[in-house]
């Protein structure tokens, strides 16, 4: 009932910035909640940033005062805002969402790759 597309990855080197996009499309006024996920090669899946409907925000420490989690008025397109950008940043980052409150999260992006060079 929802689909994501995941935008906006690319390569920059490190210090640089990259704004990554969600564009959500279906029945989008059952979502709940919209979270991003990275995974850098070798690593487990992690979590970096959420983002529920009545506007509270959570990031994980190794991206806290550098990412900025956000949506636009329509509330159907979710954001990541990356600035002073790791080389350990680099991964394939997912947009995810959920109708509950909680995870797992039901729908998911297909991913876009962040590669950030040293």
């Known amino acids: 009932q929802v689909q994501l597309a995941e935008s906006g990855g690319g390569l920059v080197q490190a210090g640089g910035s990259l704004r990554l996009s969600c564009a959500a499309s279906?029945?989008?006024?059952?979502?709940?909640?919209m979270a991003w996920y990275r995974q850098a090669s070798g690593k487990q899946r992690e979590l970096a940033a959420i983002?529920?409907?009545?506007?509270?925000?959570n990031y994980a420490d190794s991206v806290k005062g550098r990412f900025t989690i956000s949506r636009d008025n329509a509330k159907n397109t979710v954001y990541l805002q990356m600035n002073s950008l790791k080389p350990e940043d680099t991964g394939v980052y997912y947009c995810?969402?959920?109708?509950?409150?909680?995870?797992?999260?039901?729908?998911w992006g297909q991913g876009t790759q962040v590669t950030v060079s040293s």
């Open positions: 279906g029945i989008i006024s059952s979502i709940n909640m």
């Open positions: 983002i529920t409907t009545a506007g509270t925000i």
């Open positions: 995810a969402a959920t109708t509950r409150g909680t995870p797992p999260y039901q729908y």
